[in-house]
């Protein structure tokens, strides 16, 4: 389970492992689907994107291939939740807002 800090970032993940608040995600507040487009990842992005609640609780894991992915998060309750994708050695976050 993730402990996130104020800024919505995982507290267990050392800060050099980390990049910059990279990922776009669309529509936000989601209701059914949000996209998520990772810039400068290229053909060759291989790695797990995962969802977290507020408690630090992983929701929904995905393997990730490519710049662009969907994921369905029409299951989730209404609130605010944490995206972590894990591309090698780097860390990229974000969040949003489901209606």
Do not use: C, R, W
């Amino acid at each position: 389970m993730a402990v996130f800090n104020e800024n919505g970032i995982p507290s267990d993940i050392h800060e050099k492992s980390m990049t910059n608040n990279n990922l776009k995600i669309y529509p936000n507040p989601a209701t059914d689907l949000i996209s998520i487009e990772i810039p400068e990842s290229g053909s060759n992005m291989n790695g797990t994107l995962s969802i977290y609640g507020m408690s630090g609780q992983e929701l929904i894991q995905q393997h990730v291939q490519g710049s662009m992915s969907e994921i369905n998060v029409s299951s989730l309750p209404k609130g605010i939740y944490f995206v972590m994708l894990i591309n090698n050695d780097k860390l990229e976050y974000g969040k949003f807002i489901k209606d």
